[in-house]
């Protein structure tokens, strides 16, 4: 069982930036396939960002390319989540997920969460207009 948590998440004003970050919490490990997913109360879950730490490949909602990038800087350190341009419409709380630990293993499909299995408490991002 993978164990995740996030952090990074505060206050900031439109058109702000912000970078959350994702680490394995205790003796647990950040897997091949991570992915970040946002929700709040009454909206559906989408799919951020997903990152393959073996080839370093990477993916994103259409929605919000060009305002975020997913990165690390080796397999040792955390997962990253660097947000521009931040709007109100950005106000969630974020996950950090893990999904499957082999070479190539995020799908195709990362962004409906269902090959993820170990997720983070959330950190919660608020973006004031």
């Known amino acids: 069982q993978v164990h995740l948590v996030e952090s990074g998440g505060r206050s900031v004003q439109a058109g702000g930036s912000l970078r959350l970050s994702c680490s394995a919490a205790?003796?647990?490990?950040?897997?091949?396939?991570v992915a970040w997913f946002r929700q709040v109360p009454g909206k559906e879950r989408e799919g951020v960002a997903a990152?393959?730490?073996?080839?370093?490949?990477?993916s994103y909602a259409d929605s919000l390319k060009g305002r975020i990038t997913i990165s690390q800087d080796n397999a040792k350190d955390p997962v990253y989540l660097q947000m521009m341009g931040l709007k109100p419409q950005d106000t969630d709380m974020y996950y950090c997920a893990a999904g499957p630990d082999s070479y190539g293993a995020c799908s195709d499909r990362w962004y409906d969460g269902t090959e993820f299995t170990g997720w983070g408490p959330g950190t919660q991002v608020t973006v004031s207009s």
């Open positions: 205790g003796y647990s490990y950040i897997p091949h396939c």
């Open positions: 990152i393959d730490r073996g080839p370093g490949t990477t």
